[in-house]
């Protein structure tokens, strides 16, 4: 139990176009869901944190409007880089809990954006 | 804030050895719990252990046991009979308890590698 999936896992996008990445739970409902950023050979950044139905809390020095986070449903948070750059290039993991689960936070696999 | 150290960039064990990765931590809360994360080649984070700072004892996972020291802030995991399969960075999470879901502060990784 307690797995989440990300979509899509790779993506290679033209420099100025946007970008959505999807997080889902897939057999539990996600009260709290967390998106981080890692660059190569680093650690994870927290960007920020969302809850459902209300919105996100960003992390100091993380735009809110070039990433927009939507945590529409218990199930699902979509993460949207939009007028993407080649800086914004780098891997994207999400991950959700549920106080049931004792908050614990499973992680999605992971998405690799190339924006070229 | 919260700050977690993680002083050993990367480290090398024989297969069936015996490895000790250091984690310190600073941080005002009493109340927290303290994780060792791994993420292998393909990125997936994995839960390895999870340690509550009320809880004396040290936690234990199979080959894998932590040495928890509330005062001096130290939280080192230990690996016995190393395997292959452990090769991976492995990453030391603080994360504040509040009753809810909290964000998780990881530290800078360290790289692990298991030789034959």
């Known amino acids: 139990g307690a797995v989440v999936s990300q979509h899509p896992s790779w993506v290679i996008c033209k420099s100025g176009t946007s970008v959505k990445i999807e997080c889902r739970s897939l057999d539990f409902q996600a009260t709290t869901m967390f998106w981080y950023r890692q660059f190569p050979k680093q650690s994870l950044m927290l960007m920020a944190t969302s809850n459902e139905g209300s919105k996100a809390t960003y992390e100091q020095g993380v735009e809110k409007d070039k990433f927009l986070i939507n945590h529409a449903s218990l199930t699902l948070s979509t993460l949207t880089v939009t007028s993407a750059h080649p800086e914004d290039s780098s891997f994207y993991i999400c991950?959700?809990?549920?106080?049931?689960?004792?908050?614990?936070?499973?992680f999605g696999p992971g998405t690799r954006l190339t924006v070229l | 804030a919260q700050t977690v150290t993680q002083s050993q960039p990367e480290m090398s064990v024989q297969e069936a050895e015996t490895v000790t990765l250091s984690c310190t931590y600073d941080t005002s809360e009493n109340n927290y719990y303290l994780f060792w994360y791994k993420q292998p080649p393909s990125r997936q984070m994995i839960l390895v252990i999870r340690?509550?700072?009320?809880?004396?004892q040290n936690a234990t996972e199979n080959r894998f046991s932590v040495n928890f020291q509330k005062a001096a802030k130290s939280f080192s995991l230990k690996i016995s009979d190393s395997q292959l399969g452990d090769t991976a960075m492995y990453f030391c999470?603080?994360?504040?308890?509040?009753?809810?879901?909290?964000?998780?502060?990881f530290g800078t990784g360290t790289r692990l590698q298991v030789t034959l």
């Open positions: 340690q509550e700072a009320y809880k004396q």
């Open positions: 999470a603080f994360m504040r308890y509040t009753g809810t879901a909290s964000k998780l502060t």
């Open positions: 991950s959700a809990s549920e106080r049931r689960l004792h908050n614990e936070q499973f």
